[in-house]
T-cell receptor, first 113, second 119 residues
């Protein structure tokens, strides 16, 4: 089954404790990205990757890191989480020539205390 | 600047009523895509429709219909004879097409409209 998976789905952590949210897709998609969803703001792009070893900042990259060592994986790293990073996070992927239609993962709800 | 505005934060209707969710977008690009996504209470994002900027034909899919008007930069979504299962947050999104290998495919989302359908 074609899908984007994220782990964990739910995470409660404390300020300053490094964490990684994994994202994996099995569709051989070139493009992957991370979004965060906040009430009243919709979804905003954090980082994206056009292909392996090619990443770039989205609209709200502060406090986040990403890497793209393999085509299928695109982890989101929070080196020192803060309460303002409490949010619902979505990973997405798409083929390069796909009319920009993206497949979304199930979401990761992160709470930083 | 590229922007999507969903002015209706929350809408509440009674089952079987028709409801229209508004979406207004801003872009200077001539080629772009518009999307609608549904987010049910379970939280996942469900793709509903994609439209490209060169196709202004309205579309109907069962109880759902979409009205794309470039003249007013709007892409409104109508649910006919609403049902309780339609209760969700609905997002409109814009994706500019930069062309070729530089196309990032970024989605610019509106704020979302929460639709509550009461029995």
């Amino acid at each position: 089954e074609a899908q984007v998976t994220q782990n964990p789905r739910y995470l409660i952590t404390v300020t300053g404790k490094k964490l990684t949210v994994t994202c994996s897709q099995n569709m051989n998609h070139e493009y992957m990205s991370w979004y965060r969803q906040d009430p009243g703001l919709g979804l905003r792009q954090i980082y994206y990757s056009m292909n392996v070893e090619v990443t770039d900042k989205g609209d709200v990259p502060e406090g986040y890191k990403v890497s793209r060592k393999e085509k299928r994986n695109f982890p989101l790293i929070l080196e020192s989480p803060s309460p303002n990073q409490t949010s619902l996070y979505f990973c997405a992927s798409r083929r390069e020539s796909s009319y920009n239609e993206q497949f979304f993962g199930p979401g990761t709800r992160l709470t930083v205390l | 600047a590229q922007k999507v505005t969903q002015a209706q934060t929350e809408i509440s209707v009674v089952e079987k009523e028709d409801v229209t969710l508004d979406c207004v977008y801003e872009t200077r690009d001539t080629t772009y895509y518009l999307f609608w996504y549904k987010q049910p209470p379970s939280g996942e994002l469900v793709f509903l429709i994609r439209r490209n900027s060169f196709d202004e034909q309205n579309e109907i899919s069962g109880r759902y219909s979409w009205n794309f008007q470039k003249s007013t930069s709007s892409f409104n979504f109508t649910i006919t004879a609403s049902q309780v299962v339609d209760s969700a947050v609905y997002f409109c999104a814009l994706s500019p097409f930069e062309g070729g290998s530089s196309n990032t495919g970024k989605l610019i989302f509106g704020q979302g409209t929460t639709l509550q359908v009461k029995p």
